[in-house]
């Protein structure tokens, strides 16, 4: 999603009716900071795809199940000495705890985390 954002897509660019789509909890802050850092028409633009975002898509909570495999993950990336960054670890553990698929263009990022499956886009 924030991915869409960036690149000035619309929700129906990246998302078919057939998706069975959902955010991560710290996607939502993520794309809630992009509003808040956004100045004039930018920011009203951003806002209204944020509202389209939460309007179309269920929101992932960061909950027990995803602190544990949160847990895990940060311990193999330490282990394997392959630090990744924060909201990257939470994004990959809200998917792996839910048994979805992490969509995102930044393949790298969730790259060899054990049980996360990964996608370059929707569609």
Not at 31 to 38: D, E, I, P, T
Not at 68 to 82: I, N
């Amino acid at each position: 999603m924030v991915d869409a954002e960036r690149g000035g897509d619309s929700l129906g660019e990246v998302i078919d009716d057939g998706d069975d789509v959902a955010v991560a909890a710290i996607t939502v802050a993520e794309l809630k900071v992009g509003v808040q850092l956004a100045r004039g028409g930018r920011r009203d633009k951003r806002e209204r795809f944020v509202a389209a975002v939460l309007d179309a898509v269920s929101m992932e909570p960061y909950d027990l199940d995803v602190a544990e495999a949160h847990a895990a993950l940060l311990a193999h990336v330490r282990r394997a000495g392959t630090p990744r960054g924060a909201h990257g670890l939470i994004i990959a553990a809200t998917a792996r705890a839910r048994e979805r698929q992490v969509v995102s263009s930044d393949r790298a990022g969730f790259a060899d985390l054990p049980d996360v499956s990964i996608s370059s886009g929707l569609g």
